[in-house]
């Protein structure tokens, strides 16, 4: 058993109100330069639809992920090497401009400098942030499909409708939606890693990110190929490939990712989990892609496992690491709970963003039909007709397998109707955890997480000084007093006070604190 640490993410996809606030605000940390227009790190979909790119789960057009061969080992979709070395100078498996969308921006001046007394209202016409021609007409962008604004058009061109073999209702009083915020997975097993010819891509071995080195890249884009969720772009300005960084230089520090930083839902959940790296290659090839889920939740360790910790620290795993594995809320959610789904498993790349299926249309149906929407029986029984078909979500999160998916949806159903009585001051009903295999702690401790989680217990990072407790508040940079509510006595500096830490940013070189000097002897 090798033990390694991976970051990871969960999305709690109830709680997305699809504002797009993580898009842009990681747009305007990583990608708003020049030759990244058109490149979003982080985008949310409209689920029906196409994506970004154009129908992107098309493996049987790009060819991302792994294939499992009949001898039961993996190879890129894409080739192996020698398909690699045919196709070097021509990839005939990368998407275009137009399939992720020409970016644009307007004639803002035509506005500014527009004549006085001219007769007709001036307009900013678009025109191409590529090569500044003049668009006649907008056809596509990165987000065509928001709130199933393209649905008529475009929903037919769904893979995962394909794939599933379903119809679904046009009309937009009868159809379902629901939003996929997407960044790179930073997979255990990244195909992307695999095809880079010159070995640019990589994979850090202290905290499983995976990275392309701007130095070795040549620009050959078999990694954007490579990718079956095409969450590696190519800059036509550098001639290098970029992707998510999963913001690693504040991970670095203790700090969570700018998209979970400014998510207004407060959907995001970052933390540490321990995995066997030994076993990677076994999971990944496993047979049925309905299975590749438990494969994958079966190379996810115990933290609190004294063996699993004894591998670690022989591995050199910092004890904060394994201190914050053992307190991650991812873990809780995937294993404990067993709520959060990885995303296309049958890729076969092991991602590492899991998804929480979105509940929230089946009681407001229930509600509209006149019944209780928080009663368990009803909920129960709803889940297999709710508006966003089981299908649908099975397709997109375990391969086609619709119980893993059913059983989160009533544990999330489950915990609303439990907790609905505990808020009404009634008797909490037990048998209601009995129903999907908990207890009414287990519910209460997973409605915490979920519904009232504060921010240190969304985001477990390991620090960059393990010395640090965890949640600790800092120091005003330009003042002696802790910032934000709850910060310990000992991180408070006063008058008098014989311990604590010092803010040498504000302190006055000609004062003599107490807690910085021994006491003068006049002092005493």
């Not at 065509?144 to 009083?173: F, Q, R, Y």
């Not at 955890?433 to 921010?455: D, H, N």
Request: net charge negative.
């Amino acid at each position: 058993m090798k033990v390694m640490a991976q970051i990871a993410m969960v999305m709690n996809l109830d709680k997305c109100i699809g504002c797009h606030t993580c898009s842009v605000t990681c747009k305007q940390a990583w990608t708003n330069r020049a030759g990244t227009e058109y490149i979003y790190f982080n985008n949310v979909e409209t689920r029906p639809g196409v994506g970004y790119p154009r129908t992107w789960e098309d493996q049987e057009r790009w060819k991302g992920g792994w294939t499992r061969t009949a001898s039961g080992r993996l190879r890129p979709r894409s080739g192996g090497r020698l398909k690699k070395l045919a196709t070097l100078f021509h990839n005939p498996n990368l998407p275009t401009i137009q399939d992720y969308y020409e970016p644009w921006t307007y004639e803002y001046d035509a506005l500014l400098s527009a004549p006085r007394g001219q007769r007709t209202q001036p307009t900013a016409r678009p025109v191409s942030q590529l090569d500044g021609r003049e668009l006649k007409k907008i056809e596509w962008s990165s987000n065509w499909d928001d709130n199933l604004g393209g649905s008529t058009a475009t929903m037919d061109e769904d893979p995962v409708l394909h794939t599933m073999n379903m119809e679904v209702k046009k009309n937009i009083e009868d159809s379902f939606m629901f939003y996929l915020p997407r960044i790179c997975e930073h997979c255990l097993n990244p195909t992307c890693v695999s095809s880079c010819p010159s070995g640019a891509m990589y994979k850090r071995t202290e905290d499983g990110i995976v990275l392309v080195d701007q130095d070795r890249c040549r620009g050959w884009r078999m990694c954007v190929s490579g990718c079956p969720y095409k969450k590696v772009y190519f800059n036509h300005r550098t001639g290098k490939a970029e992707k998510c960084t999963l913001c690693y230089p504040r991970l670095e520090i203790g700090q969570p990712t700018v998209c979970s930083e400014t998510c207004v839902g407060r959907l995001r959940y970052l933390g540490v989990l321990l995995y066997d790296a030994d076993r990677v290659a076994e999971a990944a090839a496993t047979e049925d892609p309905k299975d590749l889920y438990e494969a994958q939740r079966s190379l996810l360790l115990d933290p609190h496992d004294p063996r699993v910790i004894e591998a670690a620290r022989a591995e050199d795993i910092p004890y904060s690491w394994i201190e914050a594995a053992q307190q991650s809320p991812i873990y809780a959610l995937i294993q404990t709970y067993r709520l959060a789904l990885p995303l296309h498993p049958e890729y076969r790349t092991l991602p590492m963003v899991w998804y929480i299926p979105p509940l929230s249309p089946v009681v407001d149906s229930i509600t509209a039909s006149g019944a209780d929407g928080e009663d368990a029986t009803l909920l129960f029984t709803t889940l297999a007709t709710m508006r966003i078909p089981l299908e649908y979500l099975a397709g997109l999160f375990t391969a086609g397998d619709t119980a893993p998916v059913e059983l989160s949806l009533r544990r999330l159903a489950a915990m609303r109707s439990y907790m609905r009585d505990i808020n009404l001051g009634q008797e909490p009903q037990e048998e209601i955890a009995e129903a999907v295999g908990m207890t009414g702690e287990e519910l209460q401790r997973m409605y915490r997480l979920l519904a009232i989680a504060k921010y240190d217990d969304r985001y477990v990072i390991p620090t960059s000084s393990p010395e640090t407790p965890r949640g600790i508040a800092s120091l005003d940079p330009f003042g002696e007093q802790p910032l934000g509510p709850g910060a310990p006595e000992a991180c408070t500096v006063g008058a008098g006070s014989a311990a604590g830490p010092v803010s040498l940013a504000s302190w006055d070189a000609g004062a003599h604190p107490s807690n910085l000097f021994p006491p003068r002897r006049d002092e005493q």
